[in-house]
Antibody, heavy 117, light 112 residues
């Protein structure tokens, strides 16, 4: 069974940083692209970042609205993907989801990030 | 960035009714490799999104076959042939042909 579990969310002050983790199991992690998608309260979905697999040289892509403030990375030995977000703003408040594959086929339950003083 | 326009924003249906959701793209979603990376997701209330249809018309494993997808280029449609209560929620189209990925604004399916 595919499992995706995000951790690392919480309350952060504006200007602060956060590292989100996504642990996976139940599939061959090395074969898949991985993504982060976020959803502000009561709003729609916003893609944040993607990291491709070794076959694609671990290429990374970012939403323009976040570029320069986010870094996606992965550790294939731990079947995990990470999202480092810095210079956090109130508008970064959202549920952050980790999703598998180019077609966003599996989603974790999400982790809440609240940016507030 | 590619803009995906979903219509209608809200859809009211009775159980058993067939409904369609449109997703129009600001540019062609045909990739240079010949594939079209247009997918459909459903987010039920209080849940994470789930993939229903990938690459325009391919049914994700475990998804009931009352869901179907069609289209090409810039115009795409999700059809539900006989709405069931468990289908209620917000439907999103998403494109992965052009970086960055972009989502439609969503279509909320409600019971009439």
């Amino acid at each position: 069974e595919v499992q995706i579990l995000e951790t690392g969310g919480g309350l952060v002050k504006p200007g602060g940083s956060l590292r989100l983790s996504c642990a996976t199991s139940g599939f061959n992690f090395n074969d898949y692209f991985m993504n982060w998608v976020r959803q502000a309260p009561g709003k729609g979905l916003e893609w944040v970042a993607q990291i491709r697999n070794k076959n694609y040289n671990y290429a990374t892509y970012y939403a323009e609205s976040l570029e320069g403030r986010v870094t996606i990375s992965r550790d294939d030995s731990k079947s995990s993907v990470y999202l480092q977000v810095s210079s956090l703003r109130a508008e970064d408040t959202a549920i952050y989801y980790c999703t598998r594959g180019g077609a966003l086929g599996y989603w974790g339950q999400g982790v809440m990030v609240t940016v507030s003083s | 960035d590619v803009v995906l326009t979903q219509t209608p924003p809200t859809l009211s249906a009775t159980i058993g009714q067939s409904v369609s959701i449109s997703c129009r793209s600001s540019q062609s979603l045909l990739h240079s490799n010949g594939n079209t990376y247009l997918h459909w997701l459903l987010q039920r209330p209080g849940q994470s999104p789930q993939l229903l249809i990938y690459s325009v018309s391919r049914l994700e494993s475990g998804v009931p076959n009352r869901f179907s997808g069609s289209g090409s280029g810039t115009d795409f449609t999700l059809k539900i042939s006989g709405v069931e209560a468990e289908d209620l929620g917000v439907y999103y189209c998403v494109q992965g042909t052009h970086a960055p990925y972009t989502f439609g604004a969503g279509t909320k399916l409600e019971l009439k």
